[in-house]
Structure formats: structure tokens, C-alpha cells
């Protein structure tokens, strides 16, 4: 699901700044950076490096074992990346994994550049403490028995990444954002009464409305919700977004595996010139000969860039566009044969299935009682939020903020 994760942005920009104050370290130890050191609140926060826009703080593995270090994961539900700080004494916090319970601390309690940062069980040593110092909309996160910080190394946003102590200098690596976790219970029926969104006696999609819904979609996989804009160069290498994705996604729509196989094998078809100059020594040619997830092909670096190159040619970028919308009807054939052709609730119906698939779509309209309209479908995914039957679920909050942009766009666009 990592392609929803773009949308997110507009969750983590969530902190009025602060007066910088200077910050004296109660254990002794110099804080190298100016802020409020009591700030954050105790509670349960997803913790995301500005250097990335969907890799949070995680446990390697989802382990529960002493000594497992702390990474980047991809930004999910997953209760490895979400950790719970509370005060501790000298104005510092502890910083425990909701998943295993254990605390986060240099490995060893070592004060050295480069240190590890793993989970322990202690939270009582000081080397499991930490000063959460508030800079206007993020956060640095200092050790309290050294002057080094919590950072990215080599500042590179990827799964899996280590996370290490380093020499403070600010840079994107080193400034957290803390995105609350809340997996509140909701009230549907108080939520739907609430609600009052427009309303259309339209059935059934045109073109134009197909049109339309790729601009939405676009939007909110990779345009970062700015409708009708879309990354048509857009590469995530395989396991970013999930441990099922065995190979690569391309394209602004996400296609994955064999859609994503189809589209270079297309983008062939039609302009083999091009195909041919950018693809000069056949290297993507020869891929097209093997399935590309029972290999579990993992694109190496010329191959990501020759991928690229193929996909934002003009006829690479026709070819997603067409394809999206080939899914999109499919989808749209779907909502309108099981539940309703009002224009306004099948692209609704769409933007879930693209996120979630046809299932997961139609689970939602199946709560809506046979009443079909913004109200209701969105009334039936809030009702997610409250719902443990699965650790993902279309209507959770990580991709509130996804639905609420295609919803505005829906009443504007189409």
C-alpha cells in the first residue's frame, strides 16, 4: 500500500512553532539543540523522519527480542512502528515499541558516533533515555549520556534502513515529526448525521468522468493530492510497500508485477524506435522474457534508470493513463452491477478499490444499507477505525486524509 502513503503529508504538518529557548541537560550533558524539552505528551506517535515521506521509526522485523535494531518501515498501521513517550526524570522520555514493550537506547549504552540504537527491556538505565527537544514543527531526539542524536544514517529514506547516533547538524534525517496515533472508537450514526456533502443525480461514467477520476487518482497515489498532477516516473522497489511485492511498481498509478510488466512490453509495441535508443544494450528487452515476480526481479540501478526513462516517454505516459482507466472501468462495472450507478458513489466506489482492492470496496458499500452517497460511504469508513478484524483496513486513519481529498475533488471536478 505504500503508493497512498504520498497523501499522508498533509497529516504530519501538524505543530505550531515555538519561541527557541536554550535547553540545559539536568544529567549534565550539553542538549546541542535549542527548543522546548517537555513539549511532546505522553502518547502513542508514529515517528517520521523529515527526510522521507513514508519510512517511520520501526523495529527490524516486528522482533520482540532484546537487541533488535531500530529502522525505517514503511509508514502502516503495524504496532512495530508505533511508539509510546512518556516523561522520565531530568527532563527526558522514554521512548517504548507498542509492539514488543521494550525501550529504545544506544546498544550497550555506548556514547559513540555511529552507535547502534536498539530496544531493551530496561527503562530505568539511562542509556534508554532521551531528550525529545521541540523545534518549532519537529523534534530532536538527543541520547541523555552523549551530544549525538537519533538520525537516519547516510540520511537515505529506505526500508530497513539503521538508525544510529550521530553528530548533530540538523539535517532532514535527524528532525522527527511525532504524528499522534488514535485509533479512536467512532460513532457512525452521530458521524453520518453530521455529515453534509453534495449530492448528484447522475448515473453511470463518461469519459469525461473517467478523465476526471484519473486526475483524482493521481492525485492521491503520487501528486501529492494536487489534483491533476501525477508522477508518471513514480519507481518503488519491491518490499517497500509490502513484504508480498515481490518486484518493483511503476507508473503513477502503482502497477504492480504483470501490470507493471505490461506496461514496458506495451510502451515496446508501440515506439520500438524509442524503445530501442533508450534501451540500447537490451537490458530491459531481456526482462521481458521472464516473469518478473516469480524471479522476484530486483532492479539494479541502471535498470531503475532505464525503467524511468521508458515509462515518461510521451507513449509510456498514454499507456498509464489508458491503463488506469482500463482498471478504473473494471472497477466502475463492479459498483454498478452489485450496488448503485450514481456517478458521484462509483468513483468512490473506484479510489477505495484502487487503495484496497474490489473486496475491500465492497465491504464498504456493503455497510451503507442500500443508501449510496458521499454521507454514507464515508460514514461506513470511518467505521474501520474501530474495526480489529484485520491489521489494514481501507477506512483507517493513516489514509483519512486520501478519502477526504478525493471526496473535495468528487464535489469540484466531476
Same mark, same amino acid.
Given at each position: ?134 523545534? #518549532?514543527?519537529?523534534?530532536?531526539? @538527543? ?7 537519533? #538520525? ?13 547516533? @550521530? ?101 515496446? @509495441? ?140 468528487? @464535489?469540484?471536478?466531476?
Amino acid at each position: 500500500m505504500k503508493r497512498f502513503l504520498s497523501i499522508l503529508l498533509a497529516v504530519l504538518m501538524l505543530t505550531a512553532a515555538v519561541p527557541a529557548v536554550s535547553v540545559p541537560a539536568a544529567s549534565g550533558v550539553k542538549c546541542v539543540a535549542s527548543g522546548s524539552r517537555t513539549a511532546a505528551s505522553d502518547g502513542y506517535y508514529y515517528l517520521l523522519p523529515m527526510c522521507s515521506t513514508k519510512y517511520v521509526l520501526s523495529v527490524m522485523n516486528g522482533s520482540k527480542k532484546s537487541g533488535a535494531a531500530a529502522t525505517l518501515g514503511y509508514y502502516s498501521y503495524m504496532s512495530r512502528r508505533v511508539f509510546y513517550l512518556s516523561k522520565a526524570p531530568g527532563g527526558t522520555y522514554l521512548i517504548r515499541n507498542k509492539n514488543s514493550g521494550l525501550y529504545l537506547g544506544p546498544k550497550n549504552g555506548t556514547k559513540k558516533r555511529g552507535g547502534a540504537i536498539v530496544q531493551s527491556g530496561s527503562k530505568t538505565s539511562g542509556a534508554n533515555r532521551w531528550y525529545v527537544i521541540r523545534r #518549532g514543527s519537529y523534534y530532536t531526539i @538527543q541520547s541523555s549520556l552523549s551530544r549525538y542524536v537519533m #538520525g537516519v544514517h547516510n540520511n537515505a529514506a529506505k526500508n530497513a534502513q539503521i538508525v544510529n547516533l @550521530q553528530a548533530y547538524s540538523n539535517r532532514s534525517g535527524q528532525r522527527w515529526k511525532l504524528v499522534k496515533y488514535t485509533p479512536a472508537k467512532t460513532n457512525v450514526k452521530k458521524t453520518a448525521a453530521k455529515l453534509k456533502y453534495k449530492t448528484t443525480t447522475r448515473s453511470g461514467m463518461t469519459a469525461a468522468d473517467y478523465a476526471v477520476l484519473n486526475n483524482i487518482l493521481g492525485a492521491v497515489e503520487t501528486g501529492g493530492q494536487v489534483y491533476g498532477r501525477r508522477n508518471y516516473g513514480d519507481y518503488t522497489p519491491p518490499y517497500a510497500a509490502s513484504s508480498n511485492e515481490h518486484t518493483c511498481t511503476l507508473g503513477w498509478a502503482a502497477f504492480y508485477g504483470e501490470e507493471a510488466e505490461a506496461l514496458v512490453r506495451q510502451i515496446r @509495441q508501440r515506439d520500438p524506435k524509442t524503445f530501442a535508443k533508450i534501451d540500447s544494450k537490451g537490458i530491459i528487452a531481456r526482462k521481458l522474457s521472464v516473469d518478473w515476480v516469480k524471479t522476484r526481479w530486483r532492479p539494479n540501478s541502471t535498470e531503475v534508470r532505464l525503467l524511468k526513462a521508458l515509462i515518461t516517454t510521451p507513449t509510456g505516459m498514454k499507456i498509464q493513463d489508458e491503463m488506469a482507466t482500463k482498471i478504473a472501468k473494471a472497477y466502475a462495472a463492479r459498483c454498478m452491477s452489485g450496488f448503485t450507478k450514481n456517478t458521484y458513489a462509483v468513483m468512490m466506489y473506484c479510489e477505495i478499490a484502487h487503495l484496497g482492492g474490489s473486496g475491500a470496496a465492497s465491504r464498504i458499500f456493503r455497510r451503507c444499507g442500500g443508501t449510496y452517497n458521499l454521507d454514507t460511504i464515508v460514514a461506513s469508513l470511518k467505521k474501520d477505525q474501530s474495526d480489529t478484524s484485520s491489521r489494514y483496513q481501507v477506512g483507517d486513519a493513516i489514509f483519512w486524509t486520501r478519502h477526504m481529498k478525493c471526496v473535495e475533488f468528487i @464535489q469540484r471536478y466531476a
